[in-house]
């Protein structure tokens, strides 16, 4: 089974893909779902309020669609690679350096 993690991901994936997706308060909800679930285990920064996260992830989400109407000779690739590096460093703890 995949972790909450990968399945945050996926999401995500899912809807930087098809942008008739709706992102509605169904969608924020499964974002906040999988972030308490993930949380547990340390796979994000707990020191994080998860319906804000779930509201940033949203919101990511909208930038990232508009990104890609106002822009569209950018490789949609580099696009979603770029917003899941970004998801990724603002939600997973901070390393020991």
Known sequence: MDSAWDRLLDLVD????DPARS????????FATLCAEA???RDIDGELHVPDVARWL???LHGHRALRDNRPQVDA????ADL???ATR???PPRPR
């Open 39 to 41: 949380m547990q285990v």
């Open 14 to 17: 899912h809807l930087a893909a």
């Open 84 to 86: 899941r590096l970004i």
């Open 77 to 80: 690739d580099r696009d979603l």
């Open 90 to 92: 603002w939600l997973h």
């Open 23 to 30: 992102l509605d308060a169904e969608v924020e909800q499964t």
């Open 58 to 60: 949203v919101g990511l």
